[in-house]
């Protein structure tokens, strides 16, 4: 025997079709309907279900909620497949829209290589200048720091520097 719980218009106990309705109940016997306390007991404790936060079928099919996942939706194991961020980057390093605007006004590249530019056919080929300044070298500002004058310098509070090179060497200026 099946006890089935039907919906008309309330909740009620009842015996399905084609099922005998003798049976143990507890320590009753005896035909279902016959135990009217127990179908008193069952049918109150239905009454005192709260069916307020229910919803019709009518009404739930009018909220439009999805009843299938979409084929453009994927599933969690397809997204993380794809190894998409999933928390906050950094972006301290990089530069704002305002930082930027100083430098290169948008859409005002060059469209055209100007003549004046130097294709690299122009350029002389390089493999035999120096990439670094040998250590017997130095700069002028270390040349000017060790106090030489210089030959105008010289020219300047001796004359002739040359005339009197070849004086104390004793040659002849031409």
């Known amino acids: 025997m099946k006890v089935v719980l039907k919906l008309n218009n309330k909740l009620s106990v009842g015996i399905a079709p084609g099922t005998s309705s003798k049976g ?3 320590a009753i016997q005896g035909e279902i309907e016959n135990q009217k306390d127990l179908i008193e007991y069952v049918d109150g404790k239905i009454a005192e279900v709260d069916h307020t936060a229910f919803v019709t079928k009518e009404e739930l099919e009018g909220k439009g909620y999805i009843t299938s996942i979409p084929e453009e939706y994927i599933t969690e194991s397809e997204l993380d497949a794809k190894e998409y961020l999933t928390e906050h980057q950094d972006l301290t390093h990089l530069a704002t829209k305002e930082e930027l ?15 004046e530019y130097a294709k690299k056919s122009d350029i002389p080929d390089t493999s035999g200048f120096i990439t670094e300044i040998p250590e017997e070298y130095i700069t002028e500002t270390e040349l000017n720091a060790k106090g030489y004058a210089t030959l105008a310098e010289l020219n300047e509070a001796l004359g002739d520097v040359n005339a009197v090179l070849d004086e104390i060497i004793g040659e002849e200026t031409v």
């Open 24 to 26: 143990l109940w507890g």
């Open 101 to 115: 605007s100083g430098y290169q006004v948008k859409g005002d590249y060059l469209t055209s290589i100007p003549d």
